[in-house]
């Protein structure tokens, strides 16, 4: 009898950067939340009544904050749940955390550079603007690498940077409440506490980090967009977003226009740029929504009467009420047509890239659809 032996040989190591893009994100969160820990649970620990009366503050800031940005950032539809809970967490822990530790390294260099005088009043200014634009981008970025269709146009980057600024914003508030007990003395926790979240959030809040990351993750997003524009464009646009919500982050925390109206006129000033920054991202994705919507229309995967719904929540609500009983599959059906629509929105993706959508659009269409004419809305 012969025996043979088989040389069992190894399989290479795949790395994808889908994967390392997670790890990166789930890592440098876990170790941003250990450096919060280490600094601010004995805060916690002393003060509870202080820390209750931040959580419960914050909880009601992040309901808003999902609200205004899975209903109003992004047009046509909220983004994925997964995303948005990644982008929370980034700006909470991974941005939050680095730029902590980035901060303290800079303002110390800052103090030993310019004196104690000029550092006081300008540090922040040359500080923050640049160490926590860019952990705060970054996370958009690296969003883009889990998955290509979690940031596929500027408009993605618009809503993912927000929610970024929004756990980053929401941390550094949580931080500076503890961080106003010691410097009243802790002789009025809760109230040192409230008083920085009043400021913070309805004060400042309106033009804050959410608004200048939400200009940068649009720089992002048109970036690894396939818009079908130039490498070098992209990015140059990309560069000039990162840098505008830099100016914008410098204006916030310069000590030029000082007082009640500077406190009240800067983040104005910054939720201007954000209104015009947003309303230039909209209706590019708009334009390009009705675009394909036409196409797709043309090549039969859409009724008319289908794509007019579609780019709208109020118009797909009603649309579905008018199917009664089949409601339930005719929603199902509508789902797959935004994603069709979605695959299609990069400008540089060959239509026939998303013949998989078509095909299960029309799968689903026979056996959803009742035999009858959608209604005129």
């Not at 994925?80 to 902590?100: D, E, H, K, N, S």
């Not at 690894?224 to 840098?243: D, E, H, K, M």
Request: glycine share 10%; with cysteine; proline share 5%.
């Amino acid at each position: 009898m012969t025996v043979y032996n088989h040389v069992v040989m190894p399989r290479p190591v795949t790395v994808s950067g889908r994967t390392v893009g997670f790890w990166t994100l789930i890592g440098l969160s876990a170790f941003g939340l250990w450096t919060l820990n280490k600094d601010f649970l004995p805060v916690v620990l002393a003060f509870p009544g202080s820390a209750v009366l931040d959580i419960v503050v914050l909880a009601f800031s992040l309901a808003v904050a999902l609200w205004v940005a899975r209903r109003f950032l992004r047009p046509v539809q909220a983004p994925p749940w997964a995303g948005t809970w990644l982008a929370l967490m980034w700006g909470a822990f991974a941005a939050c955390g680095m730029a902590l530790l980035l901060n303290g390294l800079l303002l110390t260099a800052w103090t030993e550079a310019l004196g104690l005088q000029t550092a006081a009043d300008w540090a922040a200014a040359m500080t923050a603007p640049v160490n926590e634009e860019l952990v705060k981008t970054a996370g958009v970025l690296l969003l883009a690498c889990v998955s290509t269709r979690l940031v596929r146009s500027a408009a993605d980057g618009f809503v993912y940077g927000a929610l970024i600024g929004f756990g980053f914003q929401m941390m550094e508030n949580f931080t500076y409440g503890l961080n106003a007990i010691g410097m009243s003395g802790g002789v009025d926790p809760v109230g040192a506490t409230g008083q920085v979240l009043w400021i913070r959030i309805l004060l400042t809040g309106i033009g804050s980090h959410w608004a200048m990351s939400a200009v940068a993750g649009a720089g992002i997003g048109y970036l690894v967009s396939a818009s079908g524009r130039t490498l070098s464009r992209r990015v140059w646009v990309a560069v000039g977003c990162l840098a505008l919500a830099m100016g914008m982050h410098w204006l916030f925390d310069s000590p030029l226009f000082g007082g009640i109206a500077g406190a009240i006129g800067k983040p104005l000033a910054n939720f201007a740029i954000l209104v015009i920054v947003y309303l230039v991202v909209r209706r590019h994705f708009r334009t390009r929504w009705a675009e394909v919507s036409a196409e797709e229309v043309q090549a039969g995967s859409l009724a008319p009467i289908e794509a007019e719904t579609l780019s709208r929540r109020r118009s797909r609500r009603r649309f579905l009420r008018s199917f009664g009983p089949v409601r339930v599959a005719q929603e199902r059906l509508q789902q797959l047509e935004l994603d069709l629509l979605e695959e299609r929105v990069p400008e540089g993706v060959e239509p026939a890239a998303a013949q998989p959508w078509r095909d299960a659009v029309a799968a689903a269409r026979q056996g959803t659809l009742v035999d009858r004419t959608p209604p005129v809305l």
